[in-house]
């Protein structure tokens, strides 16, 4: 087992998340749909070329139509999605903090998933039921000793990237640090979470590994 060489614990914010999905976007799709925008504007060129030389025919006015919507959709869609992700990651009502652990073979990330308005009332279920733990009360006292007795509905998942069969490239913006993953996932670690010599020391690691 490898040496542990860096460990950083961040979250993400709503519009870091949203930054997130714009880069990923502009790096791996915005290419292929410039390439369909100048095909549908060829379809949209030909179509008024052919009402402008022939008005009664219905086929100009059907694939120009076409080519327009569909040149439409190309630009709104990714704005669509973005709206739609986020909403449904408000509608989770989760809070996630991120332990990412840096080794020579992999990189390891710990998820801590907590309900984002968990209830902080401490109560005890007692032969007279469910009743409230007031501070300072002989049962806070037995909580304060014996933490274990408190329920935690943190949920922990774990993911592995191994360095030799993923694709994995690092990306330095303005505000953020962007791990892209097999072309099919970001993880967006905030620069306000690190200080300055985390920021160089996480970075030197995948330079060093020539994921950068």
């Known amino acids: 087992m490898s040496e542990k060489i860096q460990e950083i614990v961040f979250d993400n914010k709503p519009e870091e998340i949203e930054e997130a999905y714009k880069q990923f976007h502009n790096r791996y799709t915005l290419k292929k749909k410039l390439i369909y925008t100048v095909i549908y504007l060829i379809v949209v060129v030909l179509a008024a070329d052919l009402v402008i030389k022939n008005p009664t025919a219905p086929a100009g006015?059907?694939?120009?139509?076409?080519?327009?919507?569909?040149?439409?959709?190309?630009?709104?869609?990714?704005?669509?999605?973005?709206?739609?992700?986020?909403?449904?990651?408000?509608?989770?009502?989760?809070?996630?903090?991120?332990?990412?652990?840096?080794?020579?073979?992999?990189?390891?990330?710990?998820?801590?998933?907590?309900?984002?308005?968990?209830?902080?009332?401490?109560?005890?279920?007692?032969?007279?039921?469910?009743i409230k733990v007031e501070e300072g009360s002989e049962a806070a006292r037995e909580i304060a000793e014996h933490p274990e007795m408190v329920k935690d509905d943190t949920q922990i998942e774990k993911t592995v990237y191994m360095l030799a069969n993923t694709e994995?490239?690092?990306?330095?913006?303005?505000?953020?640090?962007?791990?892209?993953?097999?072309?099919?996932?970001?993880?967006?670690?905030?620069?306000?979470?690190?200080?300055?010599?985390?920021?160089?020391?996480?970075?030197?690691?995948?330079?060093?590994?020539?994921l950068m």
Request: with cysteine.
């Open 61 to 130: 006015y059907i694939a120009g139509g076409l080519g327009l919507g569909i040149l439409v959709f190309n630009w709104v869609k990714p704005v669509l999605i973005r709206k739609k992700m986020m909403q449904g990651l408000a509608d989770l009502g989760t809070d996630e903090t991120y332990h990412m652990r840096l080794y020579d073979d992999r990189i390891e990330i710990e998820t801590e998933i907590r309900p984002a308005d968990a209830e902080t009332e401490t109560v005890a279920i007692t032969s007279r039921g469910v």
């Open 168 to 210: 994995i490239l690092l990306c330095d913006c303005k505000e953020l640090l962007l791990m892209f993953v097999n072309r099919s996932f970001i993880h967006a670690i905030p620069k306000r979470c690190l200080n300055d010599v985390q920021v160089l020391d996480f970075k030197a690691y995948f330079e060093e590994k020539g």
